[in-house]
C-alpha cells in the first residue's frame, strides 16, 4: 500500500521531471490537492505532511470539512456552483475556479466579505466543446472576462479547463494547446491572469508540456475515490 507520503513525493518527482523535460522551472506548476470524498483527517495527514492548496467539489461536503481544519489551507472551489450555493463559497474559499456565467461572479462579488482579501477567480472553459461539461465556449472568454474585471471584490487570475475524458492524445494536446492559447490572449489585456489550472492524475505531464500552472491531482494522491 503506498502510504500518502509516497504519492506526495511520487507526484512532487512527476511535476519536476515534465518541467525538466520541457525546460520549465518545477516551481511554476502547483499542486492542488483535491480533497472531494476525502474526510478531514485524511486532508489533515496531507497538511501535515506540507501541503496547503486543497480543492472542493460540492459545498455541503466542504462545509462539514473546512471548519474542522487549519486556516492557513488555500481552498479552491473547482466545482459546477449553484447559485444558492455561493454565500459559503464566497465566505470560505481563497479561489474559485469555475465560473462560468455573469449571475454567479455577481453574487459572489456581493457575498464576498470586506475583511478579506479578493476571491481569486479563474473561467472555466468547456474546451472540448463536451454538451455535458461545464464552461463557456473560448469566444465568450473575454465578455465574461471584462464583467469579471470591474468587480472590487474578485480579481480575475486566469483560466481553468477539464477536457472530455478518454480521447485521442492528439485531440488532448491540441485541446490543452488551445487554453494555452486562451490564457495569452487574456494575458494582453489583464495582467494579473498568471493562472493556467489543468492537468489531472492521468494527463498532468501533457497539461505541464502545454503550459500548466497548476495540476489538479485526486486519485494519484489519495487513491481511488469510492
Ligand atoms: C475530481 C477532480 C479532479 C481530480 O481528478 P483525479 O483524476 O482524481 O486526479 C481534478 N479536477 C476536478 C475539477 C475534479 O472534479
Known amino acids: 500500500m503506498p502510504t500518502l507520503e509516497h504519492n506526495i513525493s511520487a507526484l ?37 505532511l506540507g501541503l496547503r492548496q486543497f480543492g472542493e467539489n460540492y459545498v455541503t ?16 472551489f473547482i466545482g459546477p456552483i449553484q447559485s444558492n450555493k455561493t454565500r459559503f463559497i464566497s465566505e470560505h474559499f481563497s479561489w474559485v475556479q469555475t465560473i462560468d456565467r455573469l449571475k454567479i461572479a455577481r453574487r459572489l ?5 470586506d475583511n478579506l482579501p479578493m476571491l481569486q477567480c ?13 464552461g ?21 487570475r486566469g483560466l481553468m479547463a477539464i477536457p472530455k475524458a478518454s480521447q485521442a492524445s492528439a485531440d488532448l494536446n491540441k485541446d490543452f494547446s488551445n487554453m494555452a492559447k ?10 494579473q ?25 485526486g486519485t494519484d494522491l489519495f487513491g481511488p475515490r469510492q
Open 12 to 48: 512532487k518527482l512527476r511535476i519536476k521531471k515534465q518541467c525538466h523535460i520541457v525546460h520549465r522551472d518545477n516551481n511554476s506548476v502547483h499542486l492542488l490537492a483535491v480533497s472531494k470524498t476525502r474526510n478531514a483527517d485524511t486532508v489533515k495527514l496531507a497538511y501535515d
Open 122 to 134: 479563474l473561467i472555466q472553459i468547456n474546451i472540448s466543446s463536451d454538451p455535458k461539461k461545464a
Open 61 to 76: 461536503e466542504a462545509e462539514k470539512k473546512i471548519s474542522r481544519l487549519p486556516d492557513d489551507i488555500e481552498w479552491h
Open 182 to 191: 486562451l490564457l495569452r490572449q487574456l494575458q494582453t489585456i489583464y495582467k
Open 136 to 156: 463557456i465556449a473560448p469566444e465568450e472568454m473575454l465578455t465574461l472576462a471584462e464583467q469579471i474585471s470591474t468587480m472590487p471584490k474578485l480579481q480575475l
Open 109 to 113: 462579488n456581493q457575498q464576498r466579505p
Open 193 to 217: 491572469a498568471d493562472t493556467l489550472s489543468m492537468g489531472m492524475s492521468s494527463d498532468l505531464e501533457t497539461a505541464i508540456t502545454h503550459g500548466s500552472t497548476m495540476v489538479r491531482i
